[in-house]
């Protein structure tokens, strides 16, 4: 199949009230333009001088979302365009955050990254964590950045029940945040294995990669 037909196809099997973040991260700038071309126009990158290298060479009306790990060092790269960061893990990167979006007259959105799988790879804050950035915040701390929801990645294993309480786990985390924080509405979760069961379970942001362009090669 055609990237243009699994893009529908991944369409076909979602609410419209969810948006679909195409992960194009390894995929030469035609693949995004295939995508583009059938109508998709938010992209998730998770390097940073890859995804600005295929935002300045692919069309202006593109969303790009930065949905991997970020180095505090490299955030300056993409502060004059990103439109989402994802993968907000530690409040030291949200004061960098604040500080490029500012440095660019912007404010930025992003989500908080909690830890959900039971994975020790995996990045993300932890409850307390996240209150006391909620609390930092609401204090008025980081006035160039819009927190505008949580983000997290399950377990990579085939056990749907896990997966399951994982995404539970994070909706509660969202819902407990949304109560504090009234611009917090996205809670980005799921990807091509998973998305489903995180959709059922409260997500509004899938991130989907393989199943629209392929298998990666690293
Ligand atoms: C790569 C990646 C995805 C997409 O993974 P697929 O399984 O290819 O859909 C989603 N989220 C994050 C954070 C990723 O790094």
Known sequence: MSIAENLRQ???TIPPKVSLVAVSKTKPEEDLLAAYNAGQRIFGENKIQE???KQESLPKDIEWHMIGHVQSNKVKYMAPYVNLIHGVDREKLLKEINKQAAKNNRVIDCLLQMHIAQEETKFGLDAS???????NALAGAYPNVRLVGLMGMATFIPDQKQIRAEFTQLKQHFDNTANQLEQCSVLSMGMSGDYLIAIEEGSTMIRVGSKIFGERNY
Do not use: C, Y
């Open 51 to 53: 995804m600005t290298r």
């Open 129 to 135: 964590e996240l209150e006391q950035i909620i609390k």
């Open 10 to 12: 991944v369409l076909s």
